[in-house]
């Protein structure tokens, strides 16, 4: 247990260690901010809002708008599509060959009692709200141990709140969150804790007003272990101490350079063609109000006067002469910013993954072209699948898995170390499976060229569709493993060496009676 509530030294340097990562995280804060006013003003929380407040005044072109919604959409329904399997457990590279099958279906029910947690959950919704922050750059879900049926709560922590520490390696490993509640809640949420008495009276007298929390998730690596700690920011005192196994927290970036802990996403790298796109839609506007209601020159020529003349339906202007006064011809160029505009547009759909296959007025796509329009969805995305699977759904396993066997709800195992492995299969993870199953089948039609006696000799063709079935994350249960088809085999021999006999049998009928009579004696 953490022993910060017995020492004052040790609440210090954890402050410390929280203003450290507070002033570092102060310099993306500008940017975090442009980002988010101009794709997701909604949840553009770094400047000083009221609830309910309108964020969107600066926006005229809403494609980044469109953009990340779909983005978070697409990665939520290719990545963790709810209510559905998207990762498994499997043995590990250490377990020996012919005891893998046994624990693969073994650790097939584990899978099975984790995703029935994972799917009545509210990952669905919390996941989407990080996917969201992730088009920014980084991303952030609390994974809390529940009560009862609903033992998993998921938080989606807005980029406000989370201040982070990098490890020696570049992995997230200290996490401290800065958030606010009204006293009265305080006790609910840390039911084993302990306020100051400041707070015990204000629960009492104010029960709204606003406490500042620091949650601190320090790693503690000599012990190997997460130390958790909630301290009131302002009397720095410790209301709560425990610690875990697994870290609560499931912190993923985008993409990451050398040296920075935030990540940068795609709404970073397209903010320059977003923000043109706002400017040049915002012209356009102004232009077409020009052009719409009109702009005038007057001659002041003693019976027109231009200062008091009143322009609208249906008025009659009296003029000394023809010319006094005229429509004034715009400036502006539609076609030209028209073109500007599309390329802009386009620009920024490419850096959100939007409209892969085309528009949907198009001419039909084929099976070929969608298959490959995937493919180069899976080459552009590639890498950062990569980190998402380190990042988030490796952490997210382990931590639930770690909540459900201390629950009793799955036996306690230890994923990782070659042991137990994790292996995805969402949609995402079986396009590039399929790319594997597309390269054997292509294999197997260069090899028939050859001859079926060479393949017969040459490739293991029982062993074919166990691993392509794997491939595919198909039920270990529903596909025979080696043991199983020998014995298959041994029994189709017995039937087929009973079929010749009774075929022989037949064919000789002096044969079968002495077979009769010997049986008989």
């Excluded at 964020?55 to 290719?78: E, M, P």
């Excluded at 060479?454 to 025979?480: M, Q, S, T, Y």
Aim: proline share 5%.
């Amino acid at each position: 247990m953490p022993t910060y509530k017995k020492s004052p030294e040790g609440v210090v340097a954890l402050v410390k260690r929280f203003e450290v990562a507070k002033q570092h995280r102060s310099s993306w804060e500008s940017h975090w901010k442009e980002c988010y006013e101009y794709a997701l003003p909604q949840r553009e929380v770094f400047g000083e809002h009221a609830g309910g407040a309108k964020k969107n005044t600066k926006i005229y072109d809403s494609t980044a708008l469109i953009g990340v919604q779909r983005f978070a959409s697409r990665l939520q329904s290719t990545l963790v599509p709810p209510f559905k399997k998207w990762a498994k457990l499997s043995a590990g590279t250490s377990i020996p060959k012919e005891q893998a099958n046994n624990i693969d279906k073994q650790l097939e029910e584990v899978t099975n009692t984790l995703f029935s947690y994972i799917n009545t959950s509210n990952l669905a919704t919390e996941a989407h709200e990080s996917f969201l922050d992730l088009a920014v750059g980084t991303g952030a879900l609390l994974l809390n141990e529940g009560e009862g049926d609903d033992l998993l709560k998921f938080t989606a922590v807005p980029l406000k709140e989370l201040l982070i520490e990098d490890g020696p390696m570049g992995s997230v490993e200290t996490v401290f969150r800065l958030h606010s509640h009204p006293a009265r809640n305080i006790k609910q949420i840390w039911k084993k804790g302990k306020c100051s008495p400041a707070v015990m009276e204000m629960m009492e007298s104010k029960p709204d007003t606003l406490v500042s929390i620091i949650e601190a998730t320090v790693y503690n690596p000599d012990k190997k272990h997460y130390e958790y700690v909630i301290i009131e920011e302002k009397s720095k005192h410790v209301i709560f101490e425990d610690y875990f196994e697994v870290s609560p927290w499931i912190v993923f970036r985008w993409s990451k350079v050398a040296g920075e802990r935030y990540g940068r996403g795609p709404i970073m790298t397209a903010l320059p063609d977003i923000k043109t796109a706002n400017e040049v839609v915002k012209f356009v506007l102004k232009n077409a109000e020009k052009e719409i209601i009109g702009v005038y020159t007057a001659v002041d020529d003693g019976v027109l006067n231009p200062w008091t003349v009143n322009i609208k339906s249906g008025a009659v202007i009296p003029v000394a002469a023809e010319g006094s006064l005229s429509p004034l011809q715009s400036g502006g160029n539609f076609n030209v910013s028209e073109l500007i505009l599309q390329d802009l547009r386009e620009n920024i759909k490419k850096a959100l993954f939007h409209d892969q296959l085309g528009p949907m007025e198009g001419p039909t796509k084929s099976a070929t072209e969608v298959s490959i329009r995937q493919q180069e969805l899976m080459s552009d995305i590639g890498s950062s699948f990569g980190r998402l699977q380190m990042e988030f759904i490796n952490k997210l396993i382990r931590r639930a898995i770690d909540i459900l066997a201390r629950n009793g709800k799955v036996a306690p195992i230890k994923v990782g170390d070659q042991l137990v492995d994790i292996k995805v299969i969402s949609p995402l993870a079986q396009q590039q499976d399929m790319d594997e199953v597309n390269k054997l089948a292509q294999f197997v039609q260069f090899a028939m060229m050859v001859g079926e006696d060479a393949v017969r000799v040459g490739l293991d063709l029982e062993a074919f569709p166990e691993h392509i079935g794997k491939l595919l994350g198909v039920n270990p249960d529903l596909i025979r493993d080696k043991n199983e088809r020998d014995a298959m085999k041994q029994q189709m021999q017995e039937e087929a060496a009973m079929a010749q006999a009774a075929e022989a049998a037949a064919n000789n009928p002096e044969m079968a009676q002495q077979m009769m009579g010997q049986m008989g004696g």
